[in-house]
């Protein structure tokens, strides 16, 4: 079965960092592009679902959107 997933990838100084969104659990990847890091996070959700099984998946409809927002804070 064939799941969609909505993966945050950040660009930082030293690579990338990739994460899927929704999903329980903790799974974020890295790699020095933007290729190797979705790769990475790919792989790493297909162990995430073969180890814990597909019930931490979340519900298709629980997802539809997501936003990216920036804000000043004072410190």
């Known amino acids: 079965m064939a799941r969609q997933f909505k993966i945050v990838v950040e660009k930082h100084s030293d690579g990338y ?4 969104l929704g999903l329980s659990g903790i799974v974020v990847r ?9 790769a990475d996070v790919k792989s790493a ?3 995430h679902i073969e180890t814990f099984g597909d019930q931490l998946l979340p519900d298709d409809a629980a997802l ?10 004072s410190v």
């Open 17 to 20: 960092v990739a994460y899927p």
């Open 30 to 38: 890295e790699g020095d592009s933007y290729e190797e890091a979705l």
């Open 45 to 47: 959700i297909r162990f």
């Open 64 to 73: 539809v959107e997501a936003f990216i927002a920036e804000a000043t804070i």
